[in-house]
């Protein structure tokens, strides 16, 4: 089964070569077969034909010269009486047996094949044909070699055997190779699509020269990417449209809150003051996490190139986790690492990983830096973690698993999103690791200019070195 998960070339160049080899084996063995029996009506010919001069000379009492023209193992004749009794023979020596069991009346012809033991038990065409005589009836009995019959059916088939196996492969070899260049174009359309991404919808696939059924299949994918791109892009200035529209409101709601609050006390409503602060900060949040992705759809994170300090960043996080979420545990065991990148999203990228963590902790999250030939940033919680079957799909947009869905702080379902969308505009990875609890692991490369990501696990290295 493994050859026929080949491909279409396979496929196709292996039905190729069977329809040719049954058929070739077909008409092999009917040619060999016809052309048997055309050699044999030859030799019937050339039988009949000998007789007619045995019972010619008979005729004319020459019967003894004719025979002695006719001698040789391919031609045997005898003449026989009424009786059955060779009169006369075109090899002396070999004259008894006779090669017709009984006489033949006159004007009558058998026809008869057998091998002749004097002759090495080769097969032979043998007539014998009744004719009437000066000396009264006599039967003509002409036996014609089949050897050069069966030696040329043979040697053809010998020819057939070794030329079909070749036919055959040749027929195979040249299908596959006129299979794979007509599917070119199919592999080039496949390698475009599959380079294409949400940022670059306008991308389209090569249009092959020709009307076939490869360029029918082209204009209909780039028509597919024509009505793709117009959706997305309608999408995306929606959503650009409805956060621009959204700032003006919110920030008109956050000064009207923070002016009711300078007046508000405990006892007129300074509680509800506060919650719908925090509410109004986040759907801000939330604004700006929209924004952010329309801006990453239509144009791409781009970073910003600085030196920075990865457990810097790490530090200066610390302190705002703590009053944030003063009931869970922040440990840092960090190592000196500098890259290049974008400061501010770097730090998004890391507080939306911190964020998330904390929700889904018991009591303690972790946060691991360190570097071998990239930049590794690990950060842990000590919850339910992640099963593999949701490891990817958390990282789609406005994801939540059940648990946080529970939750009257869950997120919004973009920080993970935001967090892949600017490691990926670094040159990095970010994924879920096997571990107790969930394991965010984000790899960064220290080069300015990183190449993409290879496709291998990191080290599994422990810092030893707390800060």
Known sequence: MSVWRGGVRVRTALAAAIVVGVAGLAAAAGFVQVTGTILTHNVDSTARQRAAEVTAGLRDDEATDVLETMSGNATLVQVLD???????SSFPARSDPPLASRAVAAGAGVWATRPWPGADDDPYRIWATGVTTPAGPRTVVVAQSLRPVRESTAAMTRTLAVGMPVLVLVVGVATFGFV???LRPVEAIRRQVASITAQDLHAR?????GRDEVAALATT??????RLEAAAADQRRFVADAGHELRSPLATIQVGLDHLATRATAETGLPQLKLLRGEAERLGALVADLLLLARS?????????AEVDLDDLVLAERDRFAARFPAVRLEARLEPVRLTGDPARLRRALRNL???AA??????VAVSVWADDWAHLVVTDDGDGIGPGD?????GRFVRLDDSRARHDGGSGLGLPITREIITGHGGEVRIDDGPGAVFHVRLPLDPHPDPVPDQRGSGRTPSSPR
């Open 180 to 182: 794979g260049r007509s």
């Open 205 to 209: 696939v090569p249009l092959p020269r």
């Open 354 to 356: 911190l964020d998330n």
């Open 82 to 88: 009424d009786t059955g009794r060779v009169v006369a």
């Open 391 to 395: 490891r990817e799909r958390v990282f």
């Open 359 to 364: 929700r889904h902790a018991r009591s303690a």
């Open 297 to 305: 759809d239509e144009h791409g994170l781009a970073p910003g190139r």
């Open 221 to 226: 994918m780039n028509a597919m990417l024509d």
